[in-house]
């Protein structure tokens, strides 16, 4: 399944509707100092360099909206759910990766972090989420930004996130370390790290 098909409006096997909205992390919730804040591109960039933008800097750049729905591997899924933010497409342009990209790892507070294939970051509704239903994110939910990649399971978009890291291998993130599938496609319920083919993970 591509992230060009889409299934608005559709629970994934397996998931049941959720009202409200569930905080659902690991840790705690870290405190946004925003004069230590920073959001960094490195690893395999084209030209070489580390790009980084400042929180005021961050909040510039283009505005982008998402309609999409949301499924934690925990079974619970939200529909219809408006984030605002950065679209992670954006981001490629601002600071693109060398041609030989095949994956990357979103990084957040305390060293949580995500690996993606670069096509699943790249998708359209890949979004650096700060504001969602039009208000900005709340501090538990991923304020100042999260990641939000709604043709994957949830844990793929770390909240407080601080970075990108271009990679030229695939390297497991942290829940995909521990037990959870390490592409994670809720439509063919790719839930954990057992189920994974051959090729779609490195090895454990
Ligand atoms: N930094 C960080 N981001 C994270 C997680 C986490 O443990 N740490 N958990 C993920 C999981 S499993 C889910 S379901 C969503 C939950 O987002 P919410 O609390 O806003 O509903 O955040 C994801 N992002
Ligand atoms: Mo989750």
């Given at each position: ?6 299934h608005e409006g559709v629970l994934?096997p397996g ?7 569930p905080v ?8 946004f ?10 690893g395999?960039?084209a030209?070489g ?6 929180h ?6 283009p ?9 934690c591997v925990?079974?619970f899924?939200?529909l ?5 933010g950065?679209?992670?497409a954006?981001?490629?342009r601002l ?11 979103v990084w ?6 995500s690996n993606?294939?670069?096509?699943d970051f790249?998708a359209?509704t890949s979004?650096f989420?700060?504001?969602?239903g ?5 501090a538990?939910h ?5 990641l939000?990649?709604?043709h994957l399971?949830?844990?793929k978009?770390p909240k407080?996130v601080?970075?990108v890291e271009?990679?030229t291998?695939?390297?497991?993130g942290f ?6 599938h ?7 319920e790719?839930?954990y790290s ?5 090729g779609?993970?490195?090895?454990l």
């Amino acid at each position: 399944m591509g992230p060009s098909e889409r299934h608005e409006g559709v629970l994934p096997p397996g998931q049941r509707l959720q009202r409200g909205w569930p905080v659902t992390h690991y840790g705690p919730v870290p405190r946004f100092k925003p004069d230590r804040w920073d959001f960094q591109v490195f690893g395999a960039t084209a030209d070489g360099a580390k790009h980084a933008w400042d929180h005021e800097e961050f909040s510039a750049l283009p505005y982008a909206t998402v309609m999409a729905d949301f499924h934690c591997v925990t079974k619970f899924s939200m529909l219809g759910v408006e984030w605002g933010g950065v679209a992670a497409a954006e981001l490629l342009r601002l600071a693109p990766p060398a041609p030989e990209v095949t994956h990357v790892m979103v990084w957040a507070e305390y060293g949580f972090s995500s690996n993606l294939r670069l096509s699943d970051f790249a998708a359209g509704t890949s979004i650096f989420a700060t504001h969602r239903g039009g208000e900005p994110l709340t501090a538990e939910h991923g304020f100042p930004a999260r990641l939000v990649v709604p043709h994957l399971y949830a844990w793929k978009g770390p909240k407080w996130v601080r970075g990108v890291e271009y990679m030229t291998a695939d390297r497991r993130g942290f829940w995909e370390e521990r037990g959870y599938h390490n592409v994670g496609d809720p439509w063919s319920e790719q839930r954990y790290s057992y189920q994974e083919e051959p090729g779609e993970g490195p090895e454990l």
